[in-house]
């Protein structure tokens, strides 16, 4: 079995030997996930892919939301993605220093507002250095908002994107599953929230897919497509039916719809607001164990 849209992935081999294409933008999209207290800005600046520039969540954001990085309007995002050289007709490939995690959120980002030649580096970064590839620092070239503005034009596709409205008329229809990639401990309750304030346990009915479980251990490279299918077929999810995917903060999501598209699933959404959202507040209902 192979992958059903290999396109959302390209490998360390393929990025180095297209790393000088006129059209490739490579794009640093670590984010830190708390409580870690490291500075995904400072480690970009010290270490990065030749010719990167640094994407921050944290930034390319709605600003006036309270919720952590929440999606910003196509308006904004249009000029995040100018400013940093990253607009139409332009190869994406984004990356980060975990392997696999906040990169998947950039990939889709660019998908939801309509930009398709966009993919995630299988490994990140840290299979990129282990195999002794080009790195530089800022002092020594590719600064980030180095590359030239460039024209992003926004398609926002409302069908990639959840909000609390469409989780709780969910939960007496259940025409969606919910797939939550946070730790089994999270969802279960028995372990705490890294955010202060949040209670523990998942939504009613939702089902529970770690997304460390579609990696590879050893590099956070994604499983084969045979292992791949056979994680969400024991988690219980039906491929044929709508799927919803959350986390704590709409980051870890991304990798679970990463890995449904990979297997032919191009219509997966995210809930934006995820647990952060849902266990922050005192009007929605929590199942614990």
């Known amino acids: 079995m192979q992958y059903q849209r290999p396109d959302a992935l390209v490998s ?33 600046d010290a270490r990065h892919i030749p ?14 939301n309270p919720l952590p990085h929440m999606l910003p309007k196509p308006a904004a995002f249009s000029s995040a993605a100018r400013k940093l050289g990253l607009g139409d007709g332009s190869r994406i490939v984004a990356y980060d220093t975990h392997g ?19 993919a995630v580096l299988d490994g990140g970064l840290p299979k990129w250095i282990k195999e002794s590839r080009q790195t530089v620092g800022t002092e020594t070239g590719s600064a980030a908002g180095a590359l030239a503005a460039r024209h992003f034009t ?12 469409q989780i709780k008329a969910n ?11 946070r730790s089994a401990g999270r969802f279960k309750a028995i372990d705490p929230e890294p955010r202060v304030g949040l209670r523990g ?25 045979d292992r791949l299918a056979a994680r969400f077929q024991t988690a219980g999810i039906d491929m044929q039916k709508p799927i919803v995917t959350s986390c704590g903060s709409g ?34 209902p929590i199942v614990t164990g």
């Not at 360390?12 to 995904?40: M, N």
């Not at 479980?213 to 956070?220: F, G, N, Q, S, T």
Request: charged residues 25%; negative net charge.
């Open 12 to 44: 360390t081999e393929w990025l180095a030997l297209h790393l000088a294409d006129k059209d490739l933008r490579v794009v640093d999209g670590t984010y830190i996930i708390p409580p870690s207290t490291r500075d995904a800005r400072q480690e970009f």
């Open 51 to 64: 010719g990167a520039v640094f994407f921050d969540i944290d930034e390319v954001c709605d600003q006036a």
């Open 100 to 118: 696999m995690v906040t990169a998947a959120r950039v990939w889709w980002m660019f998908r939801i507002f309509g930009h398709k030649n966009v």
């Open 154 to 165: 926004a398609r926002f596709n409302k069908n990639l994107l959840r909000d609390i409205a």
């Open 171 to 181: 939960l007496d229809k259940r025409q969606e599953q919910v797939v939550d990639a």
């Open 201 to 225: 346990g998942h939504m009613p009915g939702a089902l529970n897919l770690p997304y460390t479980e579609l990696l590879d251990p050893a590099d956070k490279t994604f499983l084969s497509a």
């Open 251 to 284: 980051v870890t999501a991304c990798v679970l719809a990463l890995g449904l598209y990979l297997l032919g699933r191009d219509d997966v959404a995210v809930y934006d607001g995820s647990w952060t959202e849902w266990g922050g507040r005192k009007d929605t």
